[in-house]
């Protein structure tokens, strides 16, 4: 270019914001120091200053995004500024996650990130015991964080009030919707004040959550990360078509492979990811499940042992990995393809997380193909077809989607084989009916 003739290309300022450019509070900024953050996720960055303001959002984000501290440093802020006592049995917040684990986690987030406020946090969900849940609760919360079955059940028993709840964050609203808490949540809210604050966060966006979404909030802020039902770009993604009884065989021959550090292995029922994890550990590889059938402190110990790396391998069912929160998982490994697309965006969403890459491994089996074809029309994503392993394009099975088969039949209530149906609306596996507040929590 002539250093004469001026530039028609505008000059990009590129603005790193951090967490000390926010409006939030000393004792939350010393909080993030203590704990090494510095620069908030994008979702943060667009949320906090709306949440301080008491706006209501809508929160399009996949899992890792740091969606927790974006709701969480604003309440916690507004909730120590406005200093309104609870009052017995109530409380002035209410953070409704579809399981345990979940709940867990973002309750210890907000103790490290609330560690100067000394407010009030009680954790209720089902599992365990309540005495100790209406103990906490008896003199009153700040923050209440909950799963939908244990909190009706208290509610029922009039241990737990709502009518000062000032702040309402519901997440993972989606996954609410699959284990059929949806008409727990709409009776949960009909309980809270008319003036509140709320939050809806979701990582896709069905018919019923825009519906939930629109009936929740008033004038909301849309804060949108990735594209409805987008795959995080850092994941290679691969697929192996394989006849089903020589899944076990290629899990394990892949295991081998050191490469594969910490693997997250997903299969659809509780009974088939304790045979899975019990098969593996006879086979001499470090494996455990988790599912909503486990006790809580057998639930603890496996994440425990999974994140400490004594365990390498994790076997999960979709309900009771949505609260695992691990760093380092290497790889994500569908030992059973997903019947909706929706779980498989949840289940990958576990590795690549933190700005790391990883690995996303799908076992296809012919009554599986459907499913497949879904996941990919919903991702705008073809996976990558692995043919060059012993295991793989057997007799009888395709290697590429111009020699498949016909999609598996469809059913009135879902697709694909009948034995792997599900109803979005009432049915979740393993049998139980989405209604029960009761019920449903168990199934957690």
Known sequence: MDPARPSKQKDIIILTIRFSDLALIEPIQRALKSEGYDAPTPIQAEAIPHLLAGRDLLGIAQTGTGKTAAFGLPLLQRLFQEEAPAGPRCARSLILTPTRELAIQIADSLRSYGRNLHLRIALVYGGVGQKPQVDALARGVDILVATPGRLMDLMGQGHVKLDKVQIFVLDEADRMLDMGFIRDIRRIAATLPKQHQSLLFSATMPGDIAELAESMLRDPIKVTVTPVASTVERIDQRVFFV???????????????????RALVFTRTKHGANKLARQLAESRIGADAIHGDKTQGARQRALADFRSGRTRVLVATDIAARGIDVDGITHVINYEIPNMPESYVHRIGRTARAGASGTALSFCGPEERGYLRDIERVTRRTLT???????????????NDAEAPQEAPRGKQGRGPRNFRRHRRGRR??????????????AA
Not at 248 to 254: F, S, T, V
Not at 385 to 399: I, N, R
């Open 385 to 399: 077809v692995v043919k060059d392993h012993p295991f793989v394009a057997a007799p009888g099975l395709p290697a």
């Open 429 to 442: 596996p393993n049998g139980g009916h989405g209604g029960g507040s009761r019920h449903g929590q168990r």
């Open 243 to 261: 006849e089903p009884a020589k899944k076990r065989a290629l899990l394990a021959a892949m295991l081998e492979d050191a490469a594969i550090g």
